[in-house]
Every structure is written in C-alpha cells, then in structure tokens.
C-alpha cells in the first residue's frame, strides 16, 4: 500500500508542464528546532506531479498567489527528468489555502424608537361585559403565539394598538364583536372593564 503525504506550501521553482501532468517542488521540513545531536534541522525537497486537468483548475503554470494544501501518495521509482526532488509525490487532491477573511467590524446598532402610540381618544369606550362574542369566533380561537406577542406590547404600552370592531344590537349586551377578538381577550386578561371600540352599520340593518 503507497504511503500518503500531506505537503503546504508553495514551488520553490517554476511549474514545468508536459504532455500530461504539471511538475513543481516543494519543500517541506519538521520542527524548525533540529533533532538533539543535528547540526541543522533537515528539510526536504518534494517533486509534485499533477495531472493537467487538476493544475489548469488552478491556473498552471502560473504560479498560485497563495499556499498550495497538496495530498498524494509517495513514489521512489522516477526517473530523474521526472523527479528531480529527494521524493516524488502523485497528487491526488492540490489546492489553494486561502487566507481567511478579516471578520467584519460590527456595526453599532442605531437605537430604534418604538412607534408612537395611536390615539384612541376619539373613539368611544364601553363596557366590556356590553360586548357579544360571536360563536364563529370562540370556535376558532387566535394563535397563542400571536396573543402573547401583542399582549405583551399592550402590557407596554398600557393600551391597544387599535379598537375594537363593534356593531350595536337589540340584544341586552348592546354590542356584537364584528373584528379584534384577539384584542378583546387580552383586555379581559389584564382586567379591564372598558375598551375603546369602533361603532360600525349593523350589517343586517336594510338601507
């Protein structure tokens, strides 16, 4: 089984193309620290082969603007015009290292102010027990997500967004909810007895 190799850096000289690879070397050394009793430390010199379809992906023969990752297999049984490095390396995957980009500087948030509150002043107030809940509407309740998130802006602002939507009627109760059940329950929740309400044309009445 051919031993595996994983070389960086970039050719120490020029990339040399033929009829079906490209050719460069690398060096490649251990700790810059040489071993207890060396006088140096040693460093190697690599041939690369690289098939010509793998190095025109990278623009061979120009020389790469950045560190090469390359892996392969060793191989000791070139010729010298092929290998003319200590060893020879059949690469199998070659690469560019890319520098990693600077992180963005984060931007200071500007402070955005909540939307002024709507006036409800000229809307008239009624009881809350005075309003009808259609049957339509407590079959099919609002989302609970939905409920919490505006109550929780009503809790806020310590009033509705907008009225409620309400039709007069002949019944006892006065009124008939007609839009804003979500905001009816949220009133009742916190306890209100009255809410500002928008008086709309009975549907029903004839013209």
């Excluded at 290998?83 to 500087?105: D, N, R, S, T, Y």
């Excluded at 200071?108 to 509407?137: G, H, K, N, T, W």
């Amino acid at each position: 089984m051919a031993a595996k190799i994983t070389l960086t850096g970039m050719p120490t000289g020029d990339i040399v193309a033929t009829a079906n690879y490209f050719r460069f070397e690398m060096e490649e050394g251990g700790s810059p620290a040489p071993p207890k009793g060396l006088p140096v430390a040693s460093v190697m010199t690599f041939t690369v082969l690289v098939s010509t379809k793998a190095g025109k992906k990278l623009g061979f023969p120009r020389k790469p603007a950045h560190r090469l990752l390359v892996q392969g297999e060793l191989v000791a049984d070139l010729p010298l015009s092929q290998c003319p490095g200590e060893i020879g390396v059949i690469a199998f995957k070659v690469e560019e290292i890319l520098p990693k980009e600077a992180e963005p500087q984060s931007t200071p948030v500007a402070s955005v102010s909540p939307p002024p509150l709507p006036d409800l002043s000229a809307y008239p107030v009624v009881p809350l027990e005075q309003i009808a809940i259609p049957d339509a509407f407590q079959r099919t309740p609002p989302s609970a997500q939905r409920t919490a998130e505006l109550q929780a802006q009503i809790r806020e602002r310590g009033q509705l967004d907008e009225p409620l939507v309400v039709e007069r009627t002949v019944e006892p109760s006065g009124y008939l909810l007609r839009d804003g059940y979500r905001r009816y329950l949220i009133a009742r929740q916190f306890g209100w007895d009255t809410v500002p309400v928008r008086i709309e044309p009975d549907a029903n009445a004839s013209a």
